[in-house]
């Protein structure tokens, strides 16, 4: 009896010190599919750590970009694994406030623009779960009855030409469908990217605004020119979500937006026009450089975590090569995060599965966050510039265009409003002496 | 022939109160409607009302994703943990104020409510920063304390003017009788205003249960209340609205169904010394 509650205390010290070690940590991400896929998936991670428990947090992502970073900024150590964006990560990283990630699985098959977007002096702060960016998604149907071709490449001219033809008005089908909500990562990444194929910047490199150039003339009044004549009613207020909904009930002749809207628009259950839309890369004007984005959600480790060790052992599993095997046995392959890994892009069965992936990996190759666009930019960043003070000037920018599309000013009185409160933001920030 | 005329005034003002009611309620039942819905009918235009192939596939997949009960449980804690704590400051506050009242009493009550037109976001740092030296971030005892403070300025307004409407001279009587000052409150005062009082209570339990900058700023995974769980189902990229539909319903049920009970009390709390 006396050896029976001895070998029973024992073995319940045994397993209470084994619940003491084991390690929780709390991810925080974004609500998208491939997110939520993952947090289905971490049976797989916990079987292979079962010292490791996961806590999850899941936001839309405005609103988890406000606490992850009021965290990390007071060094709250709420979180041990964040995701963010290639906005983030060279801020966080020049700040310190980011853990160098060192063991990411085979760092030499991310894809370079994007391993260069969330690299600072050539260390890796975040790694990518998906990448993606932007692309000209078109209906094949309506292309061919306007007896026009879409080009792999097209430029701004065609695409004009396009929606004029494209636009019936009778039967609610507007030409084209760009953004027109007012926000840093809404009209602005738009008109950004859309800007650097005009050879427009938004510093020259002592960090003076540039609204005031003829290139951000031509890109404004090319935009107002599209979207009032061949755009949608309304459309200053129509954001990701709402032209998303127009293209899917066959409102849109062309959608120029993010690559992850493809396998939205494809998908037969809720798209009406699945089975006639065709891809193209982001139109240029001949200058070099194509109106697309690069963006990355990424998984990175905050300075402040007590369970480095841990954090670093997920973010290297969930963006590992493994867990896109095991993505597309569970769920096949058309639900692999895209955009990441060279060796996706050379798997047959995965091409076979997405075919929209060629164009996607296509679309990231054109960006390049370092050299955004025709001159030479002291930032990085194609549809931002990573800097701390571009989201409240990005959406005041935003605000100005928004504007102009609503019909309440003018172009130019857009562009002049820009300038004067860029100006003045960078002014107060020190940028310009 | 004077009653057919009040009769008809009758249905024409009730069908105008339905016809507004309606309006009102009309969003909860669109959210309600749409949970039922797949996700293609339910960005479906033009709109379907009923037509459409019922569904809870919604449903299933929020209670495969979150953990409903444990929001439940953290919005319950919060919401009347919360306004218990805000109830028993502010009825000897306003008792206070209403029947002893000194030249800085109307000062006071101003200040009060001046804390109201602070932004949140201006102290969320200061806050973030406290909270996190003092160890209750992500902690339901962290919120309650918060939404407390939040919502005494309220109370101890409405309790006021609650209270101002009773005659002081009632609680002289009991005086003259030889109650004592917690006898007074408990024995006489608070049974004359248990209307005024339930609705108050009812109002901050809404409040709490409502409040999303701080239940959202202040809490992670573990004492997350219902605001998190609606706010995991909101996407900028993608259109989930039938998921975020069912995550709306499950949230606002609790409270819906407590209103629906409650309504009476709600009413005449409200109503409360309008007439005399």
């Known amino acids: 009896m006396k050896l029976r509650t001895i070998l029973l205390s024992a073995s319940s010290a045994v397993a209470m010190f084994g619940m003491a070690h084991a390690e929780t940590i709390t991810i ?28 999850w947090v899941t936001l839309e992502e405005n609103v988890l970009r406000q606490k992850v970073t009021t965290d990390i900024a007071t060094k709250g150590g709420q979180y041990d694994v964040l995701t963010i964006g290639t906005y983030e990560v060279p801020i966080w990283a020049k700040n310190g406030w980011l853990l160098e990630l060192n063991q990411v699985d085979d760092v030499d098959d991310l894809i ?40 792999q490449a097209p430029t701004w001219d065609f695409i004009k030409k396009a929606a004029e033809a494209m636009t019936d008005r009778e039967n609610g089908v507007n030409g084209i469908c760009l953004r027109g909500k007012a926000g840093w990562g809404e009209n602005m990444a738009f008109l950004t990217a859309m800007s650097n194929s005009y050879g427009a910047r938004w510093f020259d490199e002592n960090w003076q605004p540039q609204f005031d150039t003829p290139e951000w003339k031509a890109t404004l009044d090319s935009y107002l020119e599209l979207m009032n004549n061949y755009g949608p009613e309304g459309a200053s207020s129509n954001g990701f979500n709402e032209n998303l909904a127009l293209f899917q009930q066959g409102k849109c002749g062309m959608w120029i937006d993010a690559t992850v809207a493809a396998s939205f628009v494809t998908n037969s259950d809720e798209s009406t026009v699945a089975d006639k839309v065709g ?17 990355a ?62 164009m996607t990996l296509a679309s990231i190759n054109e960006a390049d966050p370092q050299h955004p666009t025709v001159k030479p930019v002291p930032y990085v960043g194609v549809q931002f510039v990573a800097i701390p003070e571009f989201q409240g000037m990005g959406t005041a920018v935003g605000q100005q265009f928004s504007a102009a599309l609503a019909g309440q000013k003018s172009a130019d009185e857009a562009l002049a409003a820009a300038q004067q409160l860029t100006t003045r933001e960078m002014t107060k920030a020190g940028y310009i002496k | 022939m004077a009653r057919n005329v009040t009769t008809a005034k009758r249905v024409g003002w009730s069908i105008a109160a339905w016809f507004v009611a309606l309006l009102i309620f009309f969003p909860i039942l669109w959210t309600v409607i749409t949970s039922f819905k797949s996700e293609g009918a339910a960005i479906a235009f033009p709109p379907v009302f009923f037509d459409f192939d019922w569904t809870l596939s919604s449903y299933v997949e ?10 439940v449980w953290n919005s319950a804690v919060i ?16 008792w206070s104020m209403a029947f002893n009242p000194t030249k800085r009493t109307k000062d006071i009550l101003m200040w009060m409510l001046s804390t109201k037109m602070l932004p949140a976001v201006a102290v969320l740092v200061p806050f973030y920063l406290a909270y996190k030296n003092l160890g209750l971030l992500d902690t339901k005892l962290g919120l309650i304390i918060i939404l407390t403070m ?12 609650y209270f101002k409407e009773i005659p002081g001279e009632i609680l002289e009587a009991c005086r003259m009788d030889g109650a004592t000052l917690g006898q007074e409150i408990v024995y006489i005062l608070t049974p004359m205003a248990v209307p005024g009082i339930a609705s108050t209570l009812l109002l901050n339990i809404i409040m709490a249960w409502n409040e999303a900058f701080w239940t959202l700023n202040i809490s992670a995974s573990q004492a997350a209340p219902l605001s998190a769980f609606i706010a995991s189902y909101s996407s900028p990229e993608g259109l ?37």
Do not use: C
């Open chain 1, 28 to 55: 925080a991400t974004v609500n998208n599919g491939d997110m939520v896929r993952m947090q289905k998936l971490t049976d797989d991670f916990t079987k292979a750590n079962p010292d490791i428990e996961l806590n």
């Open chain 1, 112 to 151: 370079p623009a994007i391993r260069d977007g969330l690299s600072v002096d050539g260390k890796l702060y975040a790694s990518p779960f998906y990448g993606e960016s932007s692309m000209v998604m078109y209906r094949t149907d309506l292309m061919e009855k306007a007896g026009l071709e879409m080009p």
């Open chain 1, 279 to 295: 891809f193209a890369l982001a139109p240029d004007n001949g200058l070099g450089k194509r109106a697309n984005w690069l963006w």
């Open chain 1, 297 to 358: 959600w990424s998984l990175a480790v905050p300075a402040g975590t007590q369970k480095a060790d841990a954090a670093q052992k997920f973010v290297s599993w969930a963006t590992s090569k493994h867990y896109t095997e095991l993505v597309a046995e569970k769920e096949g392959w058309a639900n692999v995060p895209p955009g990441t890994r060279k060796s996706l892009y050379m798997n047959d069965k995965y091409l076979e599965a997405a075919p929209f992936a060629k």
């Open chain 2, 62 to 71: 929020v209670q495969e994703r979150s953990d409903y009960l444990l929001h």
């Open chain 2, 79 to 94: 919401s009347l943990g919360s306004t218990f704590i805000a109830l028993l400051i502010s009825i000897p506050a306003a």
């Open chain 2, 150 to 161: 939040m919502n005494l300025p309220i109370l101890i307004w409405m309790l006021f003017s």
């Open chain 2, 240 to 276: 989930f609205w039938a998921k975020l539909s069912a995550a709306s319903t499950l949230a606002i049920a609790p409270i819906l169904i407590m209103g629906w009970f409650s309504q009476k009390q709600l009413v005449r709390g409200l109503t409360f010394g309008a007439v005399k």
